[in-house]
T-cell receptor
Framework: DAGVIQSPRHEVTEMGQEVTLRCKPI?????LFWYRQTMMRGLELLIY????????DSGMPEDRFSAKMPNASFSTLKIQPSEPRDSAVYFC????????????FGPGTRLTVL | AQKVTQAQTEISVVEKEDVTLDCVYE???????LFWYKQPPSGELVFLIR??????QNEISGRYSWNFQKSTSSFNFTITASQVVDSAVYFC???????????FGTGTLLAVQP
């Protein structure tokens, strides 16, 4: 089975532009998580979904960030407008109902905002 | 509040040496899970182990072993006979209560010199 798939793997954009990151969880998994990794803050959870419903978005830094999960096999994380301080690696992870605490991570999207 | 502390920022060893990575956690939950993840230079996060709070048995997997001690709130990770391929950042993480949120430590960069 394929792992968690994220696209794009790298994104370079200019300040003020909209950025959309995409994630396809492992088939059959019903939990999906978005994390951000920076040198300053380390790995931090932004938001997570259960059965496509957002459960905890307390880690979303501000209103410029939004996440959606329109179906069980796709999620997006959108930043609008982007700022240089949003530069980071964004990871998506998923886990299944039978082992909800075991999260499998995608390869990450490295975002650079100039 | 939940917290994970990895006091060792960087460790450098010579190949074939044993090395222990320390992890101390804080939580008020009675049921919780502890994890170790490996992040090699390529950037992906690789799941290594999960341990629940009711299982204090130490675990060994090849050259890897984990020592969980509730009395000291520690979940240490030992690599025996280290190899260059073990060079990576290692993260300890905690999840507990009614949430699936992973709280990560700041990571330990392990450099294994040939």
């Amino acid at each position: 089975d394929a792992g968690v798939i994220q696209s794009p793997r790298h994104e370079v954009t200019e300040m003020g532009q909209e950025v959309t990151l995409r994630c396809k969880p492992i088939s059959g998994h019903d939990y999906l998580f978005w994390y951000r990794q920076t040198m300053m803050r380390g790995l931090e959870l932004l938001i997570y979904f259960n059965n496509n419903v957002p459960i905890d978005d307390s880690g979303m830094p501000e209103d410029r960030f939004s996440a959606k999960m329109p179906n069980a096999s796709f999620s997006t994380l959108k930043i609008q407008p982007s700022e240089p301080r949003d530069s980071a690696v964004y990871f998506c992870a998923s886990s299944g109902r039978d082992r909800p605490f075991e999260q499998f991570f995608g390869p990450g999207t490295r975002l650079t905002v100039l | 509040a939940q917290k994970v502390t990895q006091a060792q920022t960087e460790i450098s060893v010579v190949e074939k040496e044993d090395v222990t990575l320390d992890c101390v956690y804080e939580t008020r939950d009675t049921t919780y899970y502890l994890f170790w993840y490996k992040q090699p230079p390529s950037g992906e996060l690789v799941f290594l182990i999960r341990r629940n709070s009711f299982d204090e048995q130490n675990e060994i997997s090849g050259r890897y072993s984990w020592n969980f001690q509730k009395s000291t709130s520690s979940f240490n990770f030992t690599i025996t006979a280290s190899q260059v391929v073990d060079s990576a950042v290692y993260f300890c993480a905690l999840s507990g209560g009614a949430t699936n949120k992973l709280i990560f430590g700041t990571g330990t960069l392990l450099a294994v010199q040939p």
